[in-house]
């Protein structure tokens, strides 16, 4: 059970109604996610807002999808976990891909992420030399901060909250 009262359209602020409206028409369904999030309009409005943003990034789908369960493994985000597996397969993903990028191995990316999250933003200048070497330019490099970044917001909140998972379970 959810630590943080979920927030429903019927509930919802004339500030975030719009908003999760919004997010209920993209995916489908309103995820408790941003249910949680509504809480604080302005947290609801930046991880919206950034998440858009980060969309328009130079990484692809699968990379992002890739970055994004690595920080969310290592955060222990079981909420995220299960959502973005979902999202994974989506873009393309197997589970054998997804499984390899929670683990920091699927590629560059996966692995820059798992570095960045494990040391909070302290890469060894050797680490930072392998994701150049693998293709990461700075500009990515900057990309993947930020993706995991606005990620870790999620995973802290998921994982303080204690959010009701609404994704398929994972098997992994």
């Known amino acids: 059970m959810s630590r943080i009262t979920a927030i429903n359209l019927e509930t919802a602020t004339d500030a975030t ?5 919004g997010v209920k028409r993209k995916i489908g369904f309103l995820p408790n996610l ?20 980060l969309g328009k990034s130079s990484l692809s ?7 994004y369960l690595a920080t969310s493994q290592v955060n222990g ?3 995220c976990l299960a959502a973005h597996t979902l999202f994974a ?12 990028a929670r683990q920091g191995e699927l590629n560059a990316y996966a692995a820059l992420a798992q570095q960045l999250t494990h040391s909070r ?3 060894s200048d050797g680490q930072i030399a392998a994701a150049r070497a693998a293709g990461i330019d700075d500009r990515k490099i900057i990309e993947v ?5 606005v990620q870790t917001l999620t995973n802290y909140l998921n994982n303080t909250a204690l959010t009701d998972i609404d994704f398929p379970p994972i098997d992994a």
Do not use: M
Not at 17 to 21: A, G, M, Y
Not at 61 to 67: D, H, N, Y
Not at 89 to 100: H, N, P, T
């Open 89 to 100: 397969g989506k873009a393309g993903l197997s589970a054998q891909d997804i499984a390899a």
């Open 145 to 149: 901060i930020a993706l995991v970044a």
């Open 17 to 21: 109604r719009p908003v999760l409206e």
């Open 34 to 53: 941003f249910a949680t999030l509504a809480n604080a309009p302005v947290a609801l409005d930046t991880y919206v807002q950034a998440s858009a943003l």
């Open 77 to 79: 985000c079981d909420y």
């Open 121 to 123: 933003g302290h890469l």
């Open 61 to 67: 789908a699968q990379e992002k999808e890739a970055v």
